[in-house]
């Protein structure tokens, strides 16, 4: 399975790529809503977890976009 994880704090986002990858999950990383709109435009995934407050605008407003 492959999950983007949208989330800007870094250590956090590490810490839940880290506990996925122990569950065999292939996780990629956007840690704004500009790069997660870009890669959710190229590739394909399974699962999103998405935070609600970026740097860059609401994780809502990417939602709607999804």
Do not use: R
Not at 30 to 50: H, R, T, V, W
């Amino acid at each position: 399975m492959k999950i983007l994880i949208i989330e800007d704090e870094k250590s956090l986002s590490e810490s839940i790529v880290s506990f996925l990858s122990t569950k065999d999950y292939v996780c990629e990383q956007a840690f704004s809503c500009s790069e997660a709109s870009m890669k959710i435009g190229l590739y394909q995934y399974d699962c999103i977890l998405l935070d609600l407050m970026l740097p860059d605008g609401n994780g809502l407003d990417l939602f709607h976009e999804i």
